[in-house]
């Protein structure tokens, strides 16, 4: 053995653990988030914790490391702290993407402005699945404005009510509807609960 | 000052591949003596002990294509020392088998060696007496293997 140096490549002062049972703990969020996919706008409660670093909230980590890996490139917004790309990349192996374009997930956390969804990756007509799922974390899903939905997978209307979504979101839902088969699907969190808006979730006026 | 740091990669290169390969027994004894010397930081888990499959791929020769040869049993495991001193850096181990003692063991003094207050002591308790008992097994291998060597001389046959 020669004279070793600390080794500067590995900052993992603020890295936190993942899930507690890697596998168990995935499985539940997966199964919770698949309930949201099937039941449009009611909303699910997290069934497990998992770490969670600076930049992300509990939903929004647990939905990340349930569904990411090296195989779907993660959109992040700039400002997002370093903390949680690194918490990413440590957990999920997941690339961290600046082009919103190709991202399989993108990711919204609290405070930032969510990226037009036509600027999303839409999926081609042969692989309408190959578009992007937004996460986007919002200031409620309690109170707020009130959403009315209609679409597969809700029996007649679902009422959802928002806190703090774009002004232009309604216009910009309408669009992605349109695009039908593709488009982009989209997952809302708040704090530990979330919901999801398929791209056949009709909103109404 | 890249040339540096390839040196410190290739040096936690050295000691990873001593901790990994370490038989499980040797480990625990030398991380106990470690112990008792001065009680060991905290640490925390970032990753569990999980074992998995990885594929060993080899090559024929040195020009041949590579191939799959098959899969081995592997445990991986990642600590952070609590101390939470600056600087601070993961210690990571990935060894054969599944063993998740030794992959935490050796995780954790690959977090040590990273601290320039520990490596001397972890140097010098645990990775000096496995690399010289790996040395001496490696040099025990080789004799034996000597032992059958075959030396093929082209003998001369006075034709002209």
Not at chain 1, 43 to 52: E, F, I, K, N, R
Not at chain 1, 61 to 75: C, I, M, N, S, Y
Not at chain 1, 95 to 124: I, S
């Amino acid at each position: 053995m020669t004279a070793m140096q600390p080794i500067p490549s590995t900052p993992a002062a603020s890295l936190l653990p993942g899930f507690n049972n890697p596998v168990d703990d995935a499985q539940q969020v997966f199964r919770a988030a698949l309930q949201a996919f099937a039941h449009p706008g009611r909303l699910q409660t997290l069934p497990v914790a998992s770490g969670l670093p600076d930049g992300l909230s509990p939903a929004l980590a647990a939905l990340l490391l349930t569904l990411a890996d090296p195989d779907t490139p993660v959109w992040l917004p700039a400002g997002v702290p370093a903390a949680a790309r690194a918490f990413l990349r440590f957990h999920c192996g997941c690339p961290l993407t600046d082009d919103v374009g190709a991202a399989a997930f993108v990711c919204v956390p609290a405070g930032y402005a969510m990226p037009a969804l036509a600027d999303c990756a839409q999926g081609d007509p042969a692989f309408p699945d190959r578009s992007a799922t937004l996460l986007m974390e919002v200031a409620s899903l309690a109170d707020g404005d009130t959403l009315t939905l209609h679409g597969p997978g809700i029996e007649t209307t679902q009422v959802l009510r928002v806190a703090d979504l774009p002004a232009d979101f309604r216009a910009g839902w309408r669009a992605n509807n349109a695009g039908f088969p593709l488009g982009v699907d989209l997952l809302l969190a708040s704090g530990d609960r979330f919901c999801a808006l398929t791209r056949t979730t009709l909103v109404e006026d | 000052m890249q040339s540096e740091t390839a040196q410190a990669h290739a040096a936690r290169a050295a000691w990873l591949r001593i901790l990994a390969t370490a038989p499980t027994d040797a480990l625990d004894g030398a991380y106990q003596r470690l112990g008792q010397a001065q009680a060991l930081p905290a640490y925390r888990l970032l990753r569990k002990p999980e074992s998995g499959m990885a594929m060993v791929r080899a090559r024929a020769g040195g020009t041949g294509a590579q191939f799959n040869l098959g899969e081995i049993t592997v445990t991986r495991c990642a600590v952070v020392l609590e101390d939470g001193a600056a600087g601070a850096a993961a210690g990571v181990a990935y060894i054969q088998g599944r063993s998740a003692r030794h992959a935490e063991q050796a995780a954790v003094l690959d977090a040590l060696l990273q601290r320039p207050a520990w490596h001397q002591r972890v140097q010098d308790l645990v990775l000096a007496p496995l690399a010289s008992t790996q040395a001496e097994r490696a040099a025990h291998a080789a004799a034996t293997a000597a032992q059958t060597r075959v030396e093929f001389f082209t003998m001369v046959r006075g034709e002209d």
